[in-house]
């Protein structure tokens, strides 16, 4: 089973830029996550999505590429914090940080999930989510809320 705690530690001791997207961010990401999901979803994608995908942010701004260079990084974690998931998670997980800056839902329960728990989060910079712009049934009645 892979270590969660492990990889959020991996996450903390790595990160340089401040709260705005840091450990705090990621705590709540995972905690709307845990909300969020529904029988179908995979909620070890989820809690890992929370603590991997804004992980390579380079500054706390308009940093649209953080996405696919968190998707790339996690190569280097697939054969040791990682070793634990099958393929399909990976790959689901890859593609659920690849796409979170630039797509607003996939159909896949599960990465449509990490989508809302990261946009439920905006309150932090004083943005209320839009129900509208939710990928989840979920997310759309916790953003009305
Ligand atoms: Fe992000
Ligand atoms: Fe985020």
């Not at 450990?23 to 999901?37: D, I, K, T, Y």
């Not at 989060?121 to 209320?128: A, C, E, F, Q």
């Amino acid at each position: 089973m892979v270590d969660i705690e492990q990889v959020k530690q991996w996450a903390v001791r790595r990160w340089t830029l401040g709260a705005l997207h840091g450990v705090s961010h990621w705590e709540r990401v995972e905690r709307n996550g845990l909300l969020l999901a529904t029988p179908e979803c995979d909620v070890t994608i989820i809690r890992l999505f929370a603590y991997l995908h804004d992980s390579c942010r380079e500054n706390d701004g308009y940093d649209l590429e953080h996405g696919p260079r968190a998707a790339q990084m996690m190569e280097s974690l697939r054969d040791n914090l990682l070793k634990d998931l099958s393929d399909e998670q990976f790959l689901m997980l890859q593609q659920a940080c690849r796409l979170h800056t630039s797509t607003h839902s996939t159909g896949n329960p599960t990465i449509d999930a990490c989508f809302d728990a990261d946009r439920l989060d905006l309150g932090r910079v004083n943005i209320k989510p839009d129900p509208q712009k939710m990928a989840t049934d979920r997310g759309k009645e916790m953003a009305g809320v």
